[in-house]
């Protein structure tokens, strides 16, 4: 383990350009899968905290307002993936300055984004909760819960920036550091606050803006001391037109696709919601569980976007392809052996994060069972986005997960719950579908342009 972790800065892109491909994307994707799992680690902590201080309708408020919350991160990294596609670019083609002009219009780009966002979200607060058919139980846990996660925002904005960063140099080995000692952090204060002091469902988002607060704080501290390639300064803040459109010509359509597909679960989410407050706290837990579930797909899709993009940057674009083909395999195997295992052990993982609540249990049993197929069809697109990303092509992903969102996923959760009122699996079976019809698009994409990505193609 401890040779796929280290990532000595001189060397970075001959590691990442010229070693074995399995080596490389060891090296990449072990420190990022790590911090993946520390992060989910830690939001899953507040839902199994909470659930031992509070009911259902505090466990309900968490969940919501978490899922919320980790829409906006996702949308978030998607945006920040043109930071580190760029990034990436430039370094693997030398290019000092457009690595510098690209991390000054990252900055700018982001505060104003950060600021935007914070203003917007607090001001339409009930409104969204409202929309997501939050049970009245649960209804004033989750208003607090989320209002002092939209407030912390501008944390949570500069953590993530400074990860894509990060990613983008090759370095995922020190924000793994960073994040692990913020989720001790997070995880203290969640028993201070929800345990000790009995602040529920707020106590919980206060933990998460503060732990994120101190991620962001030892990102830049560690990229200032140990990244000396990267300089803050002002001669680079300033917007640059055509390095800003690319960050963003490359964020956008992979933040929007990342967010419809948030959506489309805050949609399901408001569909179980309506069905009772026991429906809507099984619901959360299985997308919480389905969350951690889900690290090895994202760390693949970031691992395979950054990669790709430096390796393109260094023209050498069959090097790029053999990463994408070694993702997925990664992982479907990974994501078969997720649902078979889940097949049995669904009941007795729901229970974790919930006491004397049988019926939720049985619930969200039902649900995971169907809901683990995801982790195999998605697997196979996020390795594809993340490929598409790096030459430039991001609006693919946008297109494919529109079309399994529109005609799959939201209409086959709310079939599901019409017709089947008694049981969750059938509605677990949405989201898989909407992955599968995915996975071929995304196959069809790549085979009938292949030769393109072949070329030395820059992004434009």
Known sequence: ?????????????RNLTEDGIWKSLLRFSIPYLISCFLQTFYGMADLFITGQFNQAGHISAVSVGSQLMHML??????????TTVSIGRAAGGGDDKKLQETIGNTFIIFGFFALVLTVCL?????????????????????????????AGIPLIVAYNVMGSIF?????TRHPMYYVAASGIVNIGLDYLLIGYFGMGATGAALATVISQAGAAALSVAGILKRHPEIRFSRKYLKVKKQTAA?????????SCQDGLIQVSFLVITAIANSRGVN???????????????????????????????RNAGAGQNRRAQAILHHAVMICLVFGGVVFLVCQFVSG?????????EPEVVRLGGQYLKAYALDCVFAGVHFCFSGYFSAYGKSIYSFIHNVISIVLV????????????????????????????????????????????????????
């Open 409 to 460: 996923r939201i209409p086959g959760a709310w079939l599901a719950s019409v017709f089947f009122p008694e049981t969750l699996y059938p509605m677990g079976l949405a989201a898989p579908m909407g992955s599968l019809l995915s996975a071929l698009i995304c196959i069809f994409l790549f085979v009938r342009n292949r030769r393109w990505f072949l070329q030395d193609c820059r992004i434009r």
């Open 246 to 254: 690319q960050i963003l010509s490359i964020g956008v359509p992979i």
């Open 73 to 82: 991160t996702v949308v978030i990294v998607g945006l920040a993936m043109g």
């Open 1 to 13: 383990m401890h040779s796929f972790l280290r990532q000595p800065g001189d060397d970075m892109n």
């Open 348 to 356: 007795p993982v729901v229970s974790v994060f919930v006491h004397n």
């Open 167 to 171: 990613r983008g140099i090759g370095d």
């Open 122 to 150: 607090l001001a339409l607060k009930n409104r969204i909760l409202s929309i997501l058919s939050v049970p009245e139980e649960a209804f004033g846990a989750a208003g607090s819960y989320a209002a002092v996660c939209f």
């Open 279 to 309: 429906v809507s706290a099984a619901v959360g837990i299985v997308e919480k569980i389905i969350s951690f579930l889900f690290l090895v797909p994202s760390a693949m899709l970031s691992s395979v976007a950054a990669l790709a993009a």
